[in-house]
């Protein structure tokens, strides 16, 4: 656990997840004219001022949840994309899937976590509109919460693999980022999931 928490390893990933989340967003606003798009209740009136990366920073700085929150959050929202194509992730929804998807990863992950509204707080909106993008946010995942160890690792490897391109002189073993955390995972298994894990994976690194 200490490796992954280190003051290198973690603000690195912020990093990382941030530069993918953008990647997606800047991609699907240029696309958004030639898609099919629904607005939804995710969708600002404006681009935030605040970038994605300043954001997560927040998001961990405040919210205290636990490092392996950031992976599953990772992973529902690959879901949701995967799910609900036309709600592709953008510059107007990116904050707030953001810091819905970090939040529900938190109820399903730590044993104590911060309530909506100091969710809400930290994310800059109301403690009604949390509510509702948790609302939305759970049926548009189809209440699939579970993550298995087999994808929490696949999820990982496949994150660590981008840190080290950010920064290969770190000295990371290989699957570190899951053996730091493993052992606070309270995971079912569920095979049917694995098996559709890696094209998960490619839908957000765009």
Known sequence: ???FESPIV?????TFLSSLLQRAAESNDINQSHQSQKISVFHGLSRPSISIQSYLERIFKYASCSPSCYIVAYVYLDRFTQRQPALPINSFNVHRLLITSVMIAAKFMDDLYYN???Y????????TEMNFLEVDFLFGLGFNLNVTPTTFYKYC?????GMMMLQPQINMSESSLYMGISSKLHLSFNEDESS??????QQLAV
């Open 116 to 118: 909506n509204a100091c």
């Open 120 to 127: 809400a707080q930290v994310g800059g909106i109301s403690t």
């Open 157 to 161: 490897s496949y994150l660590e693999r």
């Open 1 to 3: 656990m200490a490796e």
């Open 196 to 201: 559709q894990s890696h094209h998960q994976q």
């Open 10 to 14: 973690m603000p690195k990933l912020i």
